[in-house]
Structures are given as structure tokens and as C-alpha cells.
């Protein structure tokens, strides 16, 4: 190790000597070559081998003032997005993500910064280097006509215009195609929503509605998401919809927006969200956010809902297993959200088994029924191309075998442990992480603390063997 300390120390020096860099300080033989300019530099990415750009280090964002103009006849959108953020190391310089758009004024703490576009990476240089620990405040000014991303597997996410306004759905990746983000899971933080549109349409995003306000022909949509959220469960969803509002007896805020051409189709369905998220409480543990909802949108052509927080996004009037499959998200995804995206199954798999719970528990197929239909898949169906605990790549996230197969991998735990042990470890699941993230570890971990049990087979061949496992 010793021969690397000349090359960090010409680099150090190169980067404006120790006071600059700060790694002087660091241990002898830590430092490896190239490093000394790391240090003072957040990364591009999270690190999430999926998707290497999503996210930043260097810095944890604790709270996304958003606020917002759409004009949905021209498809422009304005922005001034406030940040305050915590530096967890020196910073120099840091990336945000930001897709397409034209940034026309960014601060660091009230001072011009410099920043350039690389990609999706905004690259900020504040006029001085940030301390580690520093709270600091990054206004972002923005305009322009945001476009969806298409991911690996084809499918929008991000801003998608509608014929009435926008559908705002960012998962994996599309919160930043509407505003600049640490856009990955492991960065919650709690955000205010401040949207303006035409009179007659309604802006609609996460968590307690603070009011509106309507003047000169437009008017404005006040939001606050008060709980952690990341950024791909954001939205401002625009249409001209029908609002209800309610409160339930537990105390939630429901607000429900339905576009009319969606309305006699999604009403009875709706009916029952109250009595479904009771119904997962009593399952899951306490509802995990303090508002509650729906936005049911009439655009077919997105082709799926997404667990928005605390008011899932349907891009048409949802089936009651939709609404089941979405509310269960609010634990499994929202509330405990993945680390890595690799780790996808504990979202769907979890919210497809409440499916399956559901059903069973209303008169209705057995989970055991449903788990024998799937396995008698043949060996060269979809199913079975990968495991779920190791989709491959951030194209296979969606498919089959994370939703089908995952929701299979907890039943056999749930025949392995019995009920009550299968229980207790949902519900110990989305308390110990709650408001949080999880691995497959960590869950695999608990259910075999919770149960006593040794697992380790079981979970080897349901997550992660590929193919068609010899005996159910
Ligand atoms: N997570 C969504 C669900 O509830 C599905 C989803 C979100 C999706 N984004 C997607 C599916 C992109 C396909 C493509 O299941
Ligand atoms: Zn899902």
C-alpha cells in the first residue's frame, strides 16, 4: 500500500493541495490512487448496478419543495424545485438527476452555482466546497417540455401527457423527467407540492391536500407528502377529474380524483378502499402514511398502475385486485422501499401474494389453488426464465417471474413457517423497516429468526435457482 501514497499525494495536490482536499488526514495505506479528487466529489450514481446513473452520493436529500406551472394544450412545464439537503462528505462538487428540460437558474444556498448538463447527470459546483455535515439549500429553476423515459423493457414512466393533462408515473426511473432528484429508493425524503394549471383541471400528488386557489383562469394545488418518500412514488398526476374527499374512521385523509369517462367503471371499486386498507392493517400492520386516495386517469395506453404514494396512479378504472395489489404497495414498496432494484420482488411479489390473500380470505380461490396453477407452467414458460430474487437486469423488473414467482416464494415460506410465523414476519417486515429500505437479506434473515427455522434451502431454490423447481 505504501506505493500508492505518492500518486494520492500528486493527486491531492493536483486537486489544490490538503486544505483543499481534505484526505491528509485520512489513515496511511487508505488511501488508494485516485481517490484523493473521489473524496471531495459525489458519486453519479447510487450504485445500483440496474440502473448505474439513478441516484447520487455524496449527499442525502431531506426535503423537495416542488413548484410547478403545466399548460396542457402546449405540454410546457415551469419549475422551481428547492432542495435541502445533508452533505455526508466533503463536497466540491455533486450530481442531481435531471432529464432533458433547460435549467435556467441554480443556488447553492442562496449563491449563483456553476452547473453543466452531462446526460441525465446535473452537475453542480457550489461557489465553495461544502462541509461533511453541511445542511444546504439547492434552488433549481427549470422550464420546458418534459418527456417520458422508456426503460429496458419498453415501457414510459415519467411525465406522459394525456389528452387532459399529464399522467406523472416515475417508476424506475422518470421522477427526473419533471424535477431534479437524487433519483433512487435509498433516498427518502419528505416533499411540498405547489401546482398550478388551467381552471378546470386538477393537479393531483402525494399526501395531505393543503387547498386551492383559483385566480385570472388558473389555479393552484397545494400538497404536502409529511412521511419519506423517493422520488419515483412522486406525482402530479393533471386532468380534469372528479374529486372526492373523505375522512375514515381511522382517521385518513382520502382524496380521490377519477376522470369522468372512468367514473361509473371505477365507482364500486373505489367504495371499497377504506375497507381494503383496514383489511391490510389488520394483515400489515398500521396503514403507514396519514392521507390515502386514488387518481383514476383514462389513459389506456400507459399500460399499468403505479403505488404513487399514499394515492396510487390508475391509468384506468382499477379491477379490486388492481386496488388490493396498489394498497398493498403502501407497505411493501412505499413505506419499505428497495435498496437495490435488483431486490424488486419485495414489492411486487408481496403486493401480488396480497392479491392472493385477499381473494382467499373473501370467499374466494385459495393462494394454494393459485400457487398449483402457476407451477404447472411448463418448464419453457416465462415464469421460470429467471429467478426473483436475481432478475438479471433492470428490463426483467417487471416482469412475470418477479410478480408470479415472488408471490409463489412466499407462499411456500407462509406452508413452511404456518400462519402465524408467516404473519409475524409480514408484519415485523413493515415495522422494522418502515419508512425505510430492506434487502432480500435482511427479509430472509428475519423470517428465519422469526421462525426458528432454517430457510436457506427453500429461499435458494424460490429466489434465486432458475427454472422450474423439482418439487413445490
Ligand atoms: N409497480 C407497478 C405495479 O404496481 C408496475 C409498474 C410500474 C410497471 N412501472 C412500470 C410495469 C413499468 C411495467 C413497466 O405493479
Ligand atoms: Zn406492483
Same mark, same amino acid.
Request: charged letters at 20%.
Given at each position: ?284 400492520? &398500521?396503514?403507514?402514511? %396519514?392521507? =390515502?386516495? @386514488?387518481?383514476?386517469?383514462?389513459? $389506456?395506453? #400507459? /399500460? ?96 412475470? &417471474?418477479?410478480?408470479? %414467482?415472488? =408471490?409463489? @416464494?412466499?407462499?411456500?415460506?407462509? $406452508?413452511? #413457517? /404456518? ?54
Amino acid at each position: 500500500m505504501a506505493a500508492t501514497v505518492p500518486v494520492a499525494l500528486a493527486a491531492l495536490l493536483a486537486a489544490g493541495g490538503p486544505a483543499a482536499a481534505g484526505p491528509a488526514h485520512a489513515p496511511a495505506g487508505h488511501t488508494a490512487p485516485g481517490h484523493a479528487a473521489a473524496r471531495t466529489t459525489g458519486s453519479v450514481g447510487a450504485g445500483d448496478p440496474y440502473f448505474p446513473l439513478a441516484g447520487n452520493g455524496g449527499y442525502h436529500v431531506e426535503h423537495y419543495d416542488l413548484t410547478l406551472g403545466y399548460d396542457p394544450d402546449s405540454g410546457h412545464l415551469d419549475g422551481t424545485a428547492v432542495l435541502t439537503a445533508r452533505a455526508t462528505q466533503r463536497l466540491a462538487r455533486f450530481d442531481l438527476d435531471l432529464k432533458g428540460l433547460d435549467v435556467t437558474r441554480l443556488t447553492v444556498d442562496g449563491a449563483p452555482a456553476v452547473f453543466r448538463r452531462d446526460g441525465q447527470e446535473l452537475v453542480v459546483t457550489p461557489r465553495t466546497t461544502l462541509p461533511k455535515g453541511h445542511r444546504f439549500r439547492v434552488t433549481v429553476a427549470y422550464d420546458g417540455t418534459p418527456e417520458a423515459v422508456t426503460d429496458p423493457d419498453g415501457s414510459d414512466d415519467g411525465w406522459i401527457p394525456t389528452d387532459d393533462g399529464a399522467f406523472v408515473a416515475g417508476e424506475p426511473q422518470g421522477a427526473m423527467t419533471w424535477f431534479p432528484a437524487n433519483n433512487h429508493p435509498t433516498d427518502k425524503s419528505s416533499y411540498d407540492f405547489t401546482i398550478t394549471v388551467p381552471q378546470g383541471h386538477t393537479a393531483v400528488a402525494n399526501g395531505l391536500y393543503l387547498g386551492s386557489r383559483t385566480a385570472a383562469g388558473r389555479t393552484t394545488f397545494r400538497w404536502r407528502q409529511p412521511e419519506p418518500m423517493a422520488a419515483y412514488l412522486a406525482t402530479a398526476t393533471v386532468g380534469e377529474f372528479q374529486v372526492e374527499r373523505y375522512t375514515t374512521r381511522d382517521g385518513l385523509e382520502v382524496y380521490n380524483a377519477v376522470d369522468p369517462r372512468e367514473a361509473a367503471d371505477a365507482a364500486s371499486v373505489l367504495k371499497k378502499l377504506p375497507s381494503v386498507l383496514e383489511w391490510e392493517s389488520k394483515l400489515f400492520g &398500521p396503514y403507514p402514511f %396519514r392521507a =390515502a386516495g @386514488a387518481v383514476v386517469d383514462h389513459a $389506456r395506453s #400507459v /399500460g399499468y398502475a403505479l403505488e404513487t404514494q399514499g394515492r396510487p396512479l390508475y391509468d384506468s378504472a382499477p379491477s379490486l385486485s388492481t386496488l388490493v395489489h396498489e394498497s398493498a404497495h403502501q407497505w411493501f414498496g412505499d413505506s419499505v422501499s428497495v435498496t437495490r432494484w435488483k431486490d424488486i420482488w419485495l414489492n411486487e411479489g408481496f403486493a401480488t401474494y396480497a392479491e392472493w390473500l385477499y381473494t382467499e380470505q373473501h370467499g374466494g380461490r385459495s393462494a394454494q389453488d393459485r400457487f398449483d396453477a402457476l407451477y404447472e407452467s411448463p418448464a419453457g414458460d416465462e415464469l421460470w426464465e429467471f429467478p426473483p430474487g436475481d432478475p438479471g437486469s433492470g428490463g426483467n423488473i417487471f416482469a412475470s &417471474p418477479v410478480y408470479n %414467482r415472488g =408471490a409463489m @416464494a412466499l407462499h411456500e415460506l407462509r $406452508r413452511a #413457517v /404456518g400462519d402465524p410465523a408467516f404473519f409475524r414476519i409480514l408484519r415485523d417486515w413493515a415495522a422494522g423497516h418502515r419508512h425505510g429500505n430492506g434487502t432480500t437479506a435482511q427479509f430472509t434473515a428475519l423470517a428465519e429468526k422469526v421462525s426458528g427455522k432454517d430457510l436457506d434451502r427453500l429461499f435458494h431454490t424460490w429466489l434465486f435457482t432458475k427454472g422450474r423447481p423439482d418439487t413445490p
